[in-house]
C-alpha cells in the first residue's frame, strides 16, 4: 500500500454525469490489480473530511484511471479538477479479481459498475462478453472500450434508449443458456448494485458456475480498521463469520456471500 501525492494528467468529461480522471500514480499504478481500490482525498474540502473510495478503471504506464459519477458533495466538487492538481491517493487497497480463467469469462456491470471490469478485461488471457446495463443509454460506459479489446458487448436499459430493454439480467440469462445449451461452462465477475450483484449471484450458482462478485459498501477508512463496511459471511464448512469488505473483499465469491 502506498501514500502518494499524484498530479492529474487529464480530467476529461465523458458525459453530464460521468468523468474520467487520469493520476501519475507511479508504483502505486504498476502494484494495482483489477478490482483492487483506491482512496483519494478531495482537495477543497476541510481537513477532516473523509477520503472516497474508487475502483481503478485501468492502470499503465505508471498511470492510474478512475471513472467516476458525480453523486455527492465530494464527486461534485471533483468536477472542476484541473490537469496539474495534486490528488492524495491511498492504494491499491483490498484484494482483485482472481485472474485465472481457462473457460469463458462473462462480465457483468451495471452502471459504472463496469470500471473494474475494463481493467480486469485488459489482464484476462481469454476474451469473452460484457453484459451491461443501466437506467438509460447515458449510464452504459466504455463499451468502445470493450470492443476495442476485441470484447462483444450485449446492452440493457431499463428505459430501452439502448440494447434490451430491462434489467441487466435479461440479457445475462441469454448468455447464460447458450452456453448451457452448447454444453459450455464461464466464469462470471461482476461489479454493480447488490440487488444486481445477488441476481447474478444466483444465476450463477443455478447452472454450476463460479462468480467473483465487487461489493460496494461504506468504507471510510479502507483498510479493515473502522469496521463500517461489514459483510456476513459463509465459510466452506458453512459455518457464518462477519467480514470486511474493504480489506477481505471487495472481491468474493458469490457462494461466499450471506444476503
Known sequence: MFDFLCDITEHDKVTDDYRMLKLDAGELAEKARPGQFVHVRIPGLADCALRRPFSIFNSQDGILWILYKSVGRGTEMMKDLKPGTQLQVIGPLGNGFPLECDVEPVLVGGGYGVAPLYFLATRLKSKGVLVVGGRTAEDILAVDDFLELGWRVEVATMDG?????????????NELNRLNDSGETAVLYSCGPDGMLKAVGEAAQERGFKAWLSLDKHMICGVGACLACVQKLRKADGTEWVGRVCSDGPIFEAGEIVW
Open 161 to 173: 434508449s439502448a440494447g434490451t430493454e430491462g434489467l441487466v439480467t435479461v440479457p445475462l440469462t
